[in-house]
């Protein structure tokens, strides 16, 4: 750790949400953050103004919400602090067309992931204070937390403080979106954005369905059925992670056989070796370089050829349709799987 990484944390008592009284927030985007930030605003007490495109079909679902809408533009117009929540991929472009052109000396840019501003795709003037409040979590929970009087743990940074109260205002903010009540990290735009990115392609989603993939096809090679290669590599997984969640690893091989933990103890390692080590420096090092954002920028650019490509082959493997087969079939797939995740899909599709 270097100094440039601290570890504050944020309470409801480090903040306060009256710092932006007499304040408009613009909130431009309405999708999975977007809902969440501007609703948890709203009735957070802060005077909110969605921006949303006149085609946007998001429109009337911020209207039935009871929220003020209107053009990204006018949006920045009205408020002294605009909180950027569209999609990533899209940022710059709305940046320029709607955020540079009526943008003020004084006012807040803040985001809920430091992607554009770190790889500088965003390169906002002097005299306007840039920030980060990034849930550690999809916007549907933020919401039902808030609803439920809960915290969602959160992330804050800043970029630039032109007016000295850049750290304040964002606390005020994580504040009124429920993050204090959780605890919120500072952080910084570089490290936000760089464990992030990581997290996700070495780990999370990449590593994990990697992994998964690897084990089943390993089975199923050597003659062991689909159906029992899916429950092994994939169902059990929930139970697993479950469990490390609740209590570390620890936890977790306190509540398996001694046959497990020996067996997982002795051969994980060999699994995930020195190479699979080496591979994640080597991703760590496109992520820190920029190789991986101007890899995503021209994909983007060239109409996402190689995204579709990818996407539709995970959709064909095997393991897809086994677990579809099966889950249709076990009474379990229904339990546990929250029925608000329908919401979510339908507001991330939302403009797609
Ligand atoms: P999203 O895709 O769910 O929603 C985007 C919204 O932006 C849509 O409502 C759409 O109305 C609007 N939009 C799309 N294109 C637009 C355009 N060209 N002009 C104006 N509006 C447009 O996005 P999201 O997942 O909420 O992501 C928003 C930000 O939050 C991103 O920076 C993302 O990295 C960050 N974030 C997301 C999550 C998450 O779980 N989804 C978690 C933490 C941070
Ligand atoms: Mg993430």
């Known amino acids: 750790m270097t100094d440039e990484f601290t570890t504050d944390i944020y309470y409801d008592d480090d903040a306060d949400v009256s710092t932006l009284d007499d304040e408009t927030v613009a909130v431009l985007g309405y999708g999975s953050q977007g809902h969440a930030h501007a609703l948890n605003l709203h009735e957070s007490g802060i005077d909110v103004v969605v921006g949303l495109r006149e085609d946007s079909s998001s429109r009337s679902a911020a209207e039935a919400d009871g929220l003020t809408v209107t053009t990204p ?3 920045v117009k009205q408020a002294s602090y605009v909180s950027v929540l569209v999609p990533d991929t899209v ?3 709305v940046y320029e067309n709607a955020i540079e052109p009526n943008l003020e000396s004084g006012q807040t840019l803040q985001f809920a992931h430091g992607l554009n501003i770190h790889y500088n ?3 906002p003037p002097e005299g306007v204070d840039v920030t980060m409040v990034a849930p550690k979590s999809p916007g549907h929970l933020v919401r039902r937390n808030y609803e439920n009087d809960e915290g969602t743990p959160g992330l804050l940074a800043v970029y630039q403080d032109e007016t000295g109260e850049a750290d304040e205002r964002a606390l005020a903010y994580a504040k009124a979106i429920g993050c204090t009540r ?3 990290i500072e952080t910084t735009f570089r490290e936000e954005v760089e464990s992030d990115l990581f997290g996700e392609q070495a780990v999370l989603c990449g590593g994990v369905t990697s992994l998964v993939k690897h084990g089943y096809e390993t089975l199923v090679d050597a003659g062991y059925s689909p159906e029992i290669a899916y429950f092994e590599c994939l169902n059990e997984l929930k139970l697993i992670v479950d469990l490390m969640y609740e209590g570390g690893h620890s936890e977790m091989w306190d509540s398996v056989s001694d046959t497990a933990e020996y067996g997982g103890l002795s051969r994980g390692d060999r699994i995930v070796d020195e190479n699979v080590r080496e591979n994640m420096e080597e991703t760590l090092e496109e992520i820190q ?6 890899e995503w920028i021209v994909e983007n650019q060239a109409g996402r050829p190689s995204y579709t490509q990818l996407r539709q082959a995970e959709k064909d493997h095997e393991i897809e349709e086994v677990g579809e087969r099966l889950r249709d079939l076990f009474a379990w797939a229904d339990e546990g799987t929250e029925t608000d995740d329908e919401d979510e899909s339908v507001r991330v599709q939302a403009d797609d």
């Open 91 to 93: 940022q710059a472009d």
């Open 121 to 123: 795709q965003i390169q």
């Open 73 to 75: 533009a006018d949006a």
């Open 182 to 184: 959780a605890g919120v």
């Open 289 to 294: 370089n920029g190789d991986f954002t101007r």
